[in-house]
């Protein structure tokens, strides 16, 4: 799966990642990363529902219910991309909504038409079910288009502007192009060099096979309580939260009370008026949100969907609207939802017993090994051993040469090698290995390796253990320095110091 991740799947908020790491030479900007998307994603709540002719007050709290969502919380401040796919969708959805309070000409429809394509081209070269979002946003444009209307969507059918359908031409340059061009690459390359642009699966229409990839079926099977279930069961089955506690990438968990109790009822009332009241600008958006979470291949997985949240939270806004009268009760429920949500989030890296050791710890060892969380302390705790010890011993300037293949998932094997460079960035980490102890040696001096992580019963590890047998029996000669110091093992792992005197 790590391959495959590596190698096929689109990456461009990964990019946006790494140029944290590139220029400010630290992971804690890394994991804010999202951050900045969620924001993006408040804002445009709060935007689409001021252009819904929602008073100000009712959308900006409507917009912080929305990221206090316990999922978003949550995922706002880890380095996966999902927070940000469902962002960049609803500013999408945003930018082609008309705001009835300017008269737009032409040049402001066509700056807005651009800015949604980017934002749809962002999100297409970010995740693998990017072109699931985008099929849907596309083909409303068109149906929109083709209908003759402008090429933003009107809050209000009646006022909305009737243009000539041969201006589908700007509906190509102003959307689909910068779309193509900033979300299209990783598909082309897949498709050149693996003669798939979704490699990672098999792609059919009707039963007939299109591409062949390399699986039939999603890249990670459901869990057996979701595949015992029905589509709808599986969502209520999540939405009600019955496990006992949230982590950062939640499955069956993760929308809190707020959604059930007030957002779900939002959406049905928001509907049924305005189709009545034909508020065409709400039905519009409203179906492309509705039947994107529908089609999505993993919709009871909550942080693959955080965008239909953010529909129920402009649901809300015109709920909130509509019984105004009523704001003072309504604005309470829904505060104390979100407090409880918020107070509520048994994760193990907030928790007030957590909270508290990470006030006690120095902030150099304020690390991953420190805190122990659930998800990853079930996989990766005989690892923890040799990550603390070169947090206190490697040094900038250092060499840590390591042995074992990075991305081999057997158990005996690491799956982490961040942890090698440290929070900093500073030490300089290399994979050395070779058929040939000379050959090997040969590799550690041209890197300059001060220390190897190497694991026990390996070929280096036998390596090591004969050069250090060999040391033990002539030292009395005392002229022969030590090539190979042990400074860490543990049941799996060891490091050695690796000689100075490299001949």
């Not at 100000?56 to 409507?62: D, V």
């Not at 705001?99 to 402001?108: E, L, Q």
């Not at 090698?417 to 980490?429: G, M």
């Amino acid at each position: 799966f790590i391959q495959q991740y590596m190698n096929i799947f689109s990456k461009n908020v990964n990019l946006f990642f790494l140029w944290n790491i590139i220029f400010l030479k630290n992971d804690v900007i890394v994991d804010l990363g999202q951050l900045c998307f969620t924001i993006a994603g408040v804002l445009s709540i709060y935007s689409m529902a001021v252009k819904m002719k929602v008073r100000k007050q009712f959308a900006l709290y409507s917009a912080f219910l929305f990221f206090f969502t316990p999922v978003i919380i949550l995922q706002s401040t880890i380095n996966y991309v999902d927070c940000a796919v469902s962002m960049l969708f609803i500013i999408s959805c945003n930018y082609l909504i008309s705001d009835y309070r300017i008269n737009h000409t032409s040049a402001s429809r066509n700056i807005s038409l651009l800015m949604s394509g980017i934002a749809a081209g962002i999100l297409l070269g970010s995740k693998p079910t990017g072109p699931v979002y985008i099929v849907v946003l596309a083909g409303a444009l068109v149906i929109h288009y083709l209908a003759g209307k402008t090429n933003l969507i009107s809050p209000d059918w009646k006022s909305d502007i009737t243009v000539p359908r041969w201006r589908l031409k700007s509906l190509c340059l102003y959307f689909f192009l910068p779309l193509l061009l900033t979300g299209g690459y990783w598909y082309i390359r897949n498709w050149i060099l693996h003669g798939n642009p979704v490699y990672f699966m098999d792609v059919s229409l009707f039963g007939i096979p299109i591409f062949k990839g390399m699986k039939s079926d999603w890249v990670e099977p459901a869990p057996a309580v979701i595949d015992n279930l029905n589509y709808f069961t599986s969502l209520i089955h999540v939405w009600m939260e019955k496990v006992e506690y949230y982590m950062y990438d939640s499955r069956f968990s993760g929308f809190g009370p707020t959604w059930f109790i007030l957002f779900l009822p939002a959406i049905l009332f928001s509907f049924g008026r305005a189709a009545a009241r034909k508020q065409y600008g709400f039905l519009f958006i409203g179906m492309i949100l509705l039947i994107t979470f529908i089609i999505h291949p993993r919709n009871w997985f909550t942080r693959y969907v955080m965008f239909i949240v953010g529909f129920g939270a402009l649901s809300f806004s015109l709920l909130f609207e509509y019984f105004n009268h009523r704001k003072r009760i309504i604005s309470l429920i829904a505060l104390l939802l979100a407090i409880y949500s918020f107070f509520t989030i048994n994760s193990p890296c907030i928790m007030p017993g957590q909270v508290k050791t990470f006030i006690e710890l120095h902030q150099n060892e304020r690390t991953l090994s420190k805190h122990k969380p659930f998800n990853i302390d079930s996989k990766v705790h005989k690892e923890y051993g040799y990550w603390i010890w070169i947090e206190e011993n490697i040094s900038q300037g250092d060499t840590l040469a390591y042995t074992f293949e990075a991305f081999n998932l057997d158990e005996s094997k690491p799956l982490f090698t961040a942890k090698l460079w440290n929070r900093s960035f500073s030490n300089t980490s290399v994979y050395i290995t070779s058929d040939s102890y000379k050959e090997w040696l040969n590799k550690l001096n041209i890197n300059d390796a001060s220390y190897i992580l190497t694991m026990k019963n390996s070929v280096e590890d036998r390596w090591i253990e004969k050069e250090r047998k060999l040391f033990y029996s002539l030292r009395w000669m005392g002229k022969i320095k030590e090539k190979f110091k042990v400074v860490y093992s543990d049941k799996i792992y060891k490091i050695v110091e690796y000689g100075k005197d490299r001949k």
